[in-house]
C-alpha cells in the first residue's frame, strides 16, 4: 500500500473513532469522501496551515458540515494545530472539533456550515468576491488576486432550494474559479435517495450554465486529480464534479446503507473498518510513514504564501496607491471620511427607505468596497448605488449585484462575501421576506460577520399589497436571534445613524428596518439614536406621569400624543427605540436615565407584534401593536383601522394615568 492510500485510510479510521468516541456523529461522508478531500488538499488546493488566513489562498468548505470529522482528520494531518486530543474529544463541550465546523472557532474552517446548501452558497459569495478584487486590483503583470474556491457537498445539500439558487447565479455570472465536488452517494437519512431525489443532478447544473465533470470511482485518486485539474482551466463556467461514492467505505454491514450516515458505527464494524483498509495502529494512532509523509508534505506547503508575498512586495513597489488601497479593503476600519459623508445628506420629511438611499450613495463614493444589491427590489428598496456600474461577468468591477428573485442565496452570498475578506456587503428585500432570509442570518450571527441587512416595507403601511406583504412577526423573529442589532429609525437623522452603527459594527449583523411611508423629520431626533434608545420629548414637569417608547413612524404620532397630553396638564416623556438590543447594551446608568424604574406607567407602540416590548412596558404597561394580519387597503386607512393612531395613544396612556 502506496503512503497516499495509507494517508487517505489514517483519515477514515481517526473519524470513525472520534465518532465511536463521542458517541455522536457522521461516519458516512468521511468515510466515503477521504480519497477526494485529500486529493484536493494534496494535490491541488493553496493553503498554508502556519497562516490559515493568508489574502490569496484557495478557499475550501465543507457544505455537508455533518461530516465534520472529515475535515478535522484533515486539518489535523496538515498542521493545522488540531490535536489528536482534539479529535479525541469531538463533539464535546468546548473542544475544538465540534459537532459541525465553525468559523472562527477552529482554525482551518473558512465557514460554519451544517444547514445544507449553506455552504454552496457562501463559496460562491466567496467567487464573487474573488471576481471583484481581481478585477480592481489585478495588473497584466500582477496577478495579486488570483485563488479558487471549493466546495464539498453531499445529495442533501443539491436537495435544498437555496443551493439552486446560488448556482443558478453562479452559472449567469460564469464564476469560473468555482469548483463543487458532489459527493455523490445515493444515501440519505431515511435511506436511498430515489425516494424523493431522482433528478439527473449533471443535467441540471448544465442547465445553469456549468461544467459537469464525472468520476465514476471515488477511490481513484487519479481520476478525482484528474477532474480537478480540467475544472480548474475552465475559463468561462463553475465546475461540479460528481463523483460517485459509497456511504461508510470498508465498513462492513453499514457500507452503502444510510446506517451510516448519521450514528456511530458500533464496535462491530469498526473493527470491520480497520481489518479491510489493513489499518494495524492502535487507537487514535498514526503510522510513522504517514507522519513523515505529512510533516515533508506541509513544509511545501508555505512556498504558496512565500510566492505570494514576494508578489506583494512587487506590486506594493509598482502600484503602490493600488496596494494601499488593497490593505485599506482588508483592515475592516471606517475613516472618518465614510462617517462625514453619512452625515451630509438633506435632512427633511421622508420615508426611511429613501434616507437610507441617499446615505448609502454618498457612503458609496468614499467606502470603496461596499458592494451588494437586492433580491430583484432594488428601485423599491432605494439599494442600488447609482453611480456604480452591475456586477458581471463582462463588468466584475461593478459593485451593485442582481441577485434575482433569489433571498435566501442572496444573504448567504452575502456572507460568503464577507467571509473572504476585503469587502463590505449587505443585501436588501422587503422585511416581509426575510422569512426566506432567516437561516442565513442566523448564521452571519452566529459567524460574527457585520453583514447589513436593507429591509424595507416595514408595517402595514405597505398598504393596498395587502397582508402577504404586511410582516407582522418579523421584527419579534429577528431581534430573538442572539447577536444581531435591528434598528428601526424614525427619520432621516436616525437613518444616518442606523448606518453609521452599521458601518463600524465588527462582529455583529446590522438589520435596518426602513418605511414604505414618509416619516416626519423630527425637532430633537439626534446622535443619541447610536444607543440605541433616547430621550426624543421631554416630559414637561420634572415628575413623569407615563413614558411612550415607539419607533419609526410612529414616533411622531407619539410626540403628537403627548403634546396633546400636555396640554390637558399631563407630564409625558417620549422615548424613540430604534434599536432593542443597542440599548439594551448600554450601562445601567443610562437605561435608568431614560427609562426610570420608579415610572410603571409605560406604553409602546410600534405597527408590528406586541410581543418583544413586554420587557420594556412590564406588567403594568400597555403595548399597541398589531398582534393580527393585516388587510389591502391604503396604509393610512389601516393604521386607522389598527389603532396605530395619536388618539389611540393618549386613550391608553391616560388609561394608566387613571388607575
Known sequence: MDVKQKVINTIRVLSAEAIEKANSGHPGLPLGAAPAAF???????????????????????????????????LLNLYGYGLKIEDLENFRQFDSLTPGHPEYKHTKGVEASTGPLGQGIAMGIGMAI??????????????????????????????????????????????????????????????GDTEVAFTENVRARYEALGWNTLLVEDGNDIEAISKAIAEAKKSTDKPT????????????????????????????????????NLTYEEEDFNVSQDVLDYMKEKCEELDKYEEDWYKQLET???KYKADYNKLMSFYNGEVSEEVLKAMTDIELKDDASRASSGKVLNKVSHVLENIIGGSA????????????????????PEGRNIHFGVREHAMAAICNGIL??????????TFLVFSDYMKPSIRLASLMNLPAIYILTHDSIGVGEDGPTHQPIEHLAMLRSIPNINVIRPA??????????????????????????????????????????????HKEAKDAIDAIIIATGSEVALSIEAAKDLEAKGKSIRVVSMPSQEIFLNQDKEYIEKILPSNVKRRVSVEALSTMPWGKFVGLEGTAIGIDRFGSSAPGKVLFEKYGITKEHVEEEVSKLIEK
Open 39 to 73: 486529493t484536493l488538499f494534496n494535490e491541488h488546493l493553496k493553503h498554508n496551515p502556519k497562516n490559515p488566513d493568508w489574502i490569496n489562498r484557495d478557499r475550501f468548505i465543507l457544505s455537508a458540515g455533518h461530516g465534520s470529522m472529515l475535515l478535522y482528520s
Open 129 to 190: 468576491a474573488e471576481r471583484h478584487l481581481a478585477a480592481l486590483f489585478n495588473k497584466d503583470d500582477n496577478k495579486l488576486i488570483d485563488h479558487m474556491t471549493y466546495i464539498l457537498c453531499g445529495d442533501g445539500c443539491l436537495q435544498e432550494g437555496i443551493s439552486n439558487e446560488a448556482s443558478s447565479l453562479a452559472g449567469t455570472l460564469k464564476l469560473n474559479k468555482l469548483v463543487v465536488l458532489y459527493d455523490s452517494n445515493n444515501i440519505t437519512i431515511e
Open 240 to 275: 461540479l464534479i460528481e463523483i460517485k461514492t459509497k456511504i461508510g467505505y470498508g465498513a462492513t454491514g453499514k457500507e452503502g446503507t444510510a446506517g451510516a450516515h448519521g450514528a456511530p458505527l458500533g464496535a462491530e464494524s469498526l473493527a470491520a473498518l480497520r481489518k
Open 315 to 317: 506590486y506594493k513597489a
Open 376 to 395: 430583484d427590489l432594488g428601485p423599491s428598496n432605494k439599494s442600488v448605488m447609482n453611480d456604480e456600474k452591475y456586477f458581471s461577468s463582462e463588468c
Open 419 to 428: 467571509l473572504h475578506g476585503g469587502l463590505r456587503s449587505y443585501a436588501a
Open 491 to 536: 427619520d432621516s437623522r436616525e437613518v444616518i445613524y442606523a448606518w453609521q452603527s452599521a458601518l463600524m459594527s465588527k462582529e455583529t449583523p446590522t438589520c435596518l428596518i426602513l418605511s414604505r411611508q414618509g416619516l416626519k423629520l423630527l425637532d430633537n431626533s439626534s446622535e443619541e439614536a447610536l444607543k440605541g434608545g433616547y430621550i426624543v
